[in-house]
């Protein structure tokens, strides 16, 4: 792999580091209206992520199955899917803004199951920046440099207010500032662990392009939907979320178009 797919991968996680730096800056925790903005954008960039760098390109390689060309792509969807599901249900972990845990019954303190809640959020992101790069480097899905740089440009301003996000809570429930910022970086090196695997692995089963592709984005949808929507949708006051969303997707969009 040259140094511009080792930049790809990192990118991501890069956005995390940067936006747990946040809480060395800022003196207080971000405001509901704020983080439901932020968790709103991040949903929008991640549906359209899901649909133009990962589904469209599953499709188009397809092609030639005709009328079942839609079958890769809805099999590694539900792959995906179903895989997030499995990994919600064993892994014990905490959503932003709860008091119940999710998963099976754990010792783990509050703050800990949080972080683990944002690495299984982030496992998906570097499936899809990891599928991506390795359908460019094998060329045998129709992915272009500048579209897997798209990939990876918009997964990685959709993690800085993440990465904000986790650790400014982490500092408000009596973290220190770093180790708040640790815990919020790390919880995004997954990402880029997640990407070489996955490029390794899509090296090997190049026939399955179609199907890996659109597992990432099965597992990616899982998350919004699971996960950011109902966050994004907190409290009474909720069409910020929505309004994020749309400009979190647009601008998603625009990069795909524009680089790809």
Known sequence: MNINI???????????????????????ELGGQVQRALTGFASGVMVAASIWSLIVPALEQAEGMGTLSFVPAAVGFWIGILFLLFLDCVIP????NAEKAEGPKSKLQKTTMMVLAVTLHNIPEGMAVGVVFAGLISGSAPVTSGGALALALGIAIQNFPEGAIISMPLHSKGKTKFGAFMDGALSGAVEPIGALLTIFAARLIVPAMPYL???????????????????????EHSNIGVIMFALGFTLMMALDVALG
Do not use: D, N, Q, R
């Not at 956005?15 to 730096?21: H, I, M, Q, R």
């Not at 597992?219 to 109902?230: G, H, K, S």
């Open 6 to 28: 080792w930049l790809g991968i990192l990118i991501p996680f890069a956005g995390t580091v940067l936006g747990s730096a946040m809480v060395f800056f800022m003196k207080k």
């Open 93 to 96: 972990h905490l959503h932003m």
């Open 213 to 235: 592709l659109s597992f990432a984005a099965g597992a990616m949808m899982y998350v919004v939907v699971e996960e950011l929507i109902p966050e994004m949708s907190e409290g």
